[in-house]
Structures are given as C-alpha cells and as structure tokens.
C-alpha cells in the first residue's frame, strides 16, 4: 500500500513541523533540541540509543504511543482551530 502523506497546502509543512515539536515538547518527549539532554546523552552511553542516529529530528526512541499522542493532538487542536473558524464567520 502506498503512503498517501501529501498536504493538501504544501506550504503547511513549516507550521505542522512547528506544531509538532511544541506538543513533543508539551508532552516532555525528548524530540529536537531537547535531544541533547542528559536522559539521551545517558541512554547513548548505555547503548539503547546510537550515537550516530541522534540527530534534531530523530524520534526513532519515541515509543508508538507517545508519538500517537503527539499527531493525535495536532489533529484536536486543527480541528478546534477549524471549528472556531467556522463558528466565527
């Protein structure tokens, strides 16, 4: 089955991206800058994390769940914004 993850508005990938990182960083997950800190530095050291795979990007040490959770509430908070939108007009 092929992948099917084009945006409607190309020009909307910054903004998810941003999205993205801020609930990550809501949720305390250890995603983009927050990568350097002392739970990743230990859990390269102890080998559960490769050294070479930690990058600003990487969520390959986000367990399922959590990641779930972090496009799960990107999608509430679109469609909140979508439906104060329509409420508005």
């Known amino acids: 089955m092929a992948k099917s993850n084009k945006k409607v508005v190309p020009e909307s990938g910054k903004a998810l991206d941003v999205l993205k990182y801020e609930i990550a960083a809501e949720l305390g997950l250890p995603v983009g800058k927050h990568v350097a800190s002392m739970n990743v530095e230990f859990a390269t050291e102890l080998g559960s994390i490769s050294s070479q795979s930690v990058k600003e990007d990487y969520w390959g040490h ?20 979508a439906e104060e939108t329509l409420f508005s007009l």
């Open 62 to 81: 986000i367990a399922s769940r959590d990641a779930g959770a972090v496009g799960g509430t990107i999608t509430a908070r679109l469609i909140k914004k």
